[in-house]
């Protein structure tokens, strides 16, 4: 049996029976367009909710570390993470919108 599987093609003596076989394209439906879409927003939201920004999941999780491994500076550390992570989310959008504007064509 496991012969059979490397042997040559009796019709073309220099192909191998395995090989890549070309298939008709296949039409992208509306439910795939919709699967497609509610994957990326899922993906988008748990990315953004995992920054660390204070009244996200991503700020408890920091909120948690600080407290556990740097009791004294947990507090300003917390205010210092989330305003630099705020800074950059703001400077991302605002240069976007001054480079391309409001909607792009």
Not at 47 to 76: C, Q, R, T, W
């Amino acid at each position: 049996m496991l012969l059979k599987l490397f042997t040559v093609t009796p019709e073309n003596k220099s192909r191998a029976i395995i090989g890549i076989y070309p298939v008709n394209y296949i039409k992208i439906t509306p439910l795939y367009l919709t699967f497609f879409w509610i994957q990326l927003w899922s993906i988008s939201i748990a990315i953004i909710n995992m920054l660390p920004i204070y009244p996200l999941d991503g700020g408890s999780f920091i909120n948690y570390l600080l407290e556990e491994y740097v009791k004294k500076h947990a507090k300003i550390l917390k205010i210092i993470i989330s305003a630099t992570f705020i800074s950059l989310l703001g400077l991302n959008i605002g240069l976007t919108f001054l480079k391309f504007g409001f909607i792009s064509i």
